[in-house]
């Protein structure tokens, strides 16, 4: 490992565009999985089907179904949880969740992080252009795509301003995710972020996710259909979406620190952001064929 040794954080000693290596089963295990993987292949086609010909254009619809894909993708336990609600002595957790019109700003680690925000919440996505001067807003599907590849350095579309894109979700009762890191990691550390200008008044959620196992990260480009089926095969995987209290008109630096501080997560320097994992991804390319 010592040739990515440039790409590891030398404050913290991560390398955050690492792959998660897979947890070794034994036999019995191992042929389990592919004959539960076999089995759930035709049964999330059809779904995604039906989702994208019909359940899509029924909103009331969308949240329930895009549930039940995630469960037979191996989604099986939800562990959503507030630092508010430690203050307080309402057990009601949605009392402390986003609601219509506010920002969550997350950190970005898997295809399933759209799909999982789809289903808390009726959901618009943002992602910032390569230049960082400005956003670009993603469905919950091209999210899940973008997931899958290295991040472009250049835009087809000129971003638009934050706050134009949050409008747009507070006109149609839409809760605005941002991923300002740009791009996916392995979910060790929250990679750098670029400006996130929060409009005044506008209520902000730092969020940090993270799933079990964490080989279903992607901090490097994989093929869709294979990233999948690895999901599927999968007896078991568990969701944790942790919120920040509620802050308004607070500075970029202050959002990292907060994702950082619910997600237990270390800050990764500068010289590690998304321009980087091109380098990483044509170097690991290179040794391992």
């Known amino acids: 490992m010592e040739k990515f040794s440039k790409y590891r954080d030398e404050a913290t000693g991560i390398a955050p565009y690492l792959p998660i290596s897979r947890i070794q089963d034994n036999q019995v295990v191992h042929v389990l999985?592919?004959?539960v993987g076999i089995l759930k292949l035709p049964i999330i086609f059809v779904l995604l089907l039906i989702h994208g010909l019909v359940v899509q254009w029924?909103?009331?619809a969308r949240q329930s179904f895009l549930k039940l894909i995630l469960l037979v993708m191996g989604l099986h336990a939800w562990n959503v949880s507030s630092e508010d609600k430690k203050r307080s002595?309402?057990?009601r957790l949605s009392k402390f969740?986003?609601?219509?019109?506010?920002?969550?700003?997350?950190?970005?680690i898997s295809p399933l992080d759209p799909l999982v925000y789809s289903v808390l919440?009726?959901?618009m996505f943002a992602l910032p252009t390569a230049e960082g001067n400005g956003y670009v807003q993603y469905s919950a599907f091209s999210l899940f795509f973008n997931a899958l590849t290295l991040p472009t350095n250049?835009?087809?579309?000129?971003?638009?301003?934050l706050a134009e894109i949050l409008s747009e979700a507070s006109a149609q009762s839409k809760v605005l995710v941002v991923f300002p890191e740009g791009t996916t990691s392995n979910g060790r550390g929250l990679l750098p972020i670029v400006e996130v200008p929060v409009p005044k008044d506008c209520k902000v959620f730092p969020t940090a996710l993270k799933y079990e196992p964490q080989?279903?990260?992607t901090p490097l480009p994989r093929n869709a259909f294979l990233w999948l089926y690895q999901c599927i095969s999968n007896f078991h995987i568990s969701a944790y979406i942790r919120f920040s209290r509620a802050v308004t008109e607070v500075e970029t630096k202050?959002?990292?620190?907060?994702?950082?501080?619910v997600g237990r997560l270390k800050m990764i320097g500068q010289n590690l952001d998304r321009r980087t994992k091109a380098e990483f991804a044509n170097a690991w390319n290179r040794r391992n064929g």
């Open 97 to 108: 969740l986003p609601q219509s019109g506010d920002m969550i700003v997350s950190n970005f």
């Open 58 to 60: 029924i909103p009331p």
């Open 154 to 161: 250049s835009d087809k579309n000129t971003g638009r301003p």
């Open 254 to 261: 202050d959002i990292a620190a907060h994702i950082c501080q």
């Open 89 to 91: 002595r309402d057990r």
């Open 215 to 217: 080989e279903i990260t």
């Open 121 to 123: 919440f009726d959901s």
């Open 33 to 35: 999985k592919h004959v």
